[in-house]
C-alpha cells in the first residue's frame, strides 16, 4: 500500500505585524512557508486598494521601494494549497507623516464675532494629525522668541475638551502686553519630515483675531530655543 501525507500551510514574518517607517524608505518584507504539503502557493495583497505601484513580489519577499505615504495599509501574506485553510499573515505598514495644522482660540472670537477683552482668560490651541500621533512636540513662539512661560502663561497637552495630542497657551489675566503673533511649531520627533506651523496675531489695536495661517517649515530652523509642551 502507498501513502502519502498532506499537511495545511503555514507561514512566519520577517518583520512585525506593525511595521513603523519613513517617506523615502525601502522595505522588504519576507513571508516564508514553514508547512504545507503539496507546496503551497503565497500571495501578497493590499488592502485598502490594491498593491502600489512601487513594489514587487519574489516569492514570498515583498520589496516597495521609495515608500509614499499612500502605501500605508495592510499587507497580507496568504498561502494556499487546498489543504485545510489558507494560512494568512497580516504587516500594518504605517508611514510617518504629519498634516492638517490647524488652530483653536477660546473663547471662539471668529464664530461669535466678539472682540478679545483685557482681562479675560484666552486659550490658543494647536493640533496636527500625525502617524503615530504621539511623536509630535509643540513649541510657541511669541513675536519671533520663544514664549516666556509662567503663572499666567501656562502650557498644556492632552486637553480633556480638545481632540488627542493638541497642545494648548493658555493665557491667564490678558493685559496688553499679551498681544502680539504667537506661533505653534510641531516638530515630528525622529524623522525627516518638514515642521509645521500655525501662526495667530492678537491685535493690539483692536483686541480681535485678525490673522491666521498655516505655514509649512521647509527647513527645520526656527528661532531661539524652542519650549516644547509634552
Known sequence: LSSFRIAPPA????????????????????????????????????????????????????????????????????????????????????????????????????????????GQDLKLSCHVD?????????????????????DRLLITRNDPELPPVTCSLEIIDLRFSDYGTYLCVATFQGAPIPDLSVEVNISSETGELSQWWLGLLRNKGHPGESPTGH
Open 130 to 150: 500625525a502617524v503615530p500621533q504621539e511623536k509630535v512636540v509643540y513649541s510657541w513662539y511669541k513675536n519671533g522668541k520663544p514664549a516666556r512661560f509662567s
Open 11 to 118: 507561514l512566519k514574518l520577517s518583520v512585525n505585524e506593525t511595521l513603523v517607517v519613513n517617506p523615502g524608505d525601502n522595505v522588504t518584507m519576507q513571508c516564508s512557508l514553514i508547512g504545507g504539503d503539496p507546496q503551497p502557493e503565497v500571495i501578497w495583497s493590499h488592502s485598502p486598494g490594491p498593491m502600489p505601484p512601487n513594489s514587487l513580489v519574489q516569492g514570498g519577499n515583498l520589496s516597495i521601494w521609495k515608500i509614499r505615504v499612500e502605501d500605508l495599509g495592510y499587507y497580507n501574506c496568504t498561502a494556499i494549497n487546498n489543504v485545510g485553510n489558507p494560512a494568512k499573515k497580516t504587516v500594518n505598514l504605517l508611514v510617518r507623516s504629519m498634516k492638517n495644522a490647524t488652530f483653536q482660540i477660546t473663547p471662539d472670537v471668529i464664530k461669535e464675532s466678539e472682540s478679545i477683552q483685557l
